[in-house]
């Protein structure tokens, strides 16, 4: 009972801590930025590993975060395998095909209206099955390697990035296409200097989605079938194996991934949309 209050305690007093530590001036500044949430995940990981060791959680329930640690630094030629086989072959390159084909399909529905009518229907109808009932299929079209993983991945970003991509070249108003037509600009011309800058907005938010959406698509298409490597195999192999010690250091691998993936993108967004207010506002 003592671990039980002495936790509650601790964090309590870290929650003030950082509390107080995000209302001051440093937490605006770019370093205040990154660290405060660093701060906050840090007092997460000593809470978890002082609740572990202090209940004697067993490692096969809840395996403490130096444990975990302990598995990534001796296990790294397997986790840069899986790394490289998931999130570089399946996941990037789903991630890639399916957003290019996402912003050429949305500007082929701003041309067409009857595509706008009849494809974007069917497109949420897509987006709306399950990962679960898509993925064994594919896997079985498209074989069990990394090439299966990534038209899973295709078919998960597809639809998030078209439809931010059709609302963002519907985001100009009337006056500007007014204007771009008394200077006689061509659809083309009008696309690529007024309305797709002004979409970037918005295409940048459903690449964002996709990143996420990218990595669990490619792990959970693993799970139907794989070479014997890969983040999603390692998983469903080391959960049969009660080995909780990797399967949390498969996990922390693709949050990290996934994260670093993310500000990637948003780093890309911001050097395109300066202009914006949003970005003008974060600075």
């Known amino acids: 009972m003592i671990w039980l209050w002495s ?14 530590a995000a209302r001051q001036p440093f937490a605006r500044t770019r370093a205040g930025r990154l660290a405060i949430p660093a701060l906050f995940g840090a007092t997460l990981l000593v809470l978890w590993e002082g609740v572990v060791r202090g209940l004697e959680v067993p490692g096969v329930i809840l395996p403490a975060p130096s444990v975990i640690w302990g598995t990534i630094t001796a296990s790294v030629p397997i986790l840069w395998q899986d790394f490289v086989q998931t999130i570089l072959k399946g996941g990037l390159s789903g991630y890639v095909i399916g957003c290019g084909a996402a912003v050429l399909t949305a500007i082929a529905i701003d041309r067409s209206p009857f595509l706008q009518r009849g494809l974007l229907p069917v497109g949420n109808f897509v987006a709306a099955l399950p990962i679960v009932g898509i993925a064994p299929i594919l896997v079985m079209w498209f074989g069990f390697d990394w090439q299966s993983k990534a038209a899973v991945v295709v078919v998960m970003v597809f639809f998030p990035v078209l439809v931010n991509t059709v609302a963002g070249l519907a985001a100009t108003d009337r006056m500007q296409r007014d204007l771009m037509a008394t200077y006689s600009a061509s659809y083309w011309q009008t696309l690529m200097k007024l309305r797709l800058p002004a979409a970037m907005p918005f295409i940048f938010n459903g690449l964002k989605i996709a990143t996420t959406l990218a990595l669990i698509g490619a792990i959970v298409a693993e799970f139907f079938g794989s070479p014997i490597k890969g983040m999603g195999f390692r998983i469903s192999t080391a959960v049969g194996q009660l080995a909780l010690d990797m399967v949390w250091a498969e996990i922390a691998v693709a949050a990290l991934a996934g994260s670093a993936f993310y500000g990637l993108v948003a780093l890309i967004e911001k050097g395109v949309t300066f202009w914006h207010p949003s970005q003008r506002a974060r600075s």
């Open 7 to 20: 936790a509650i305690l601790f964090w309590l007093a870290a929650w003030a801590f950082n509390a107080w």
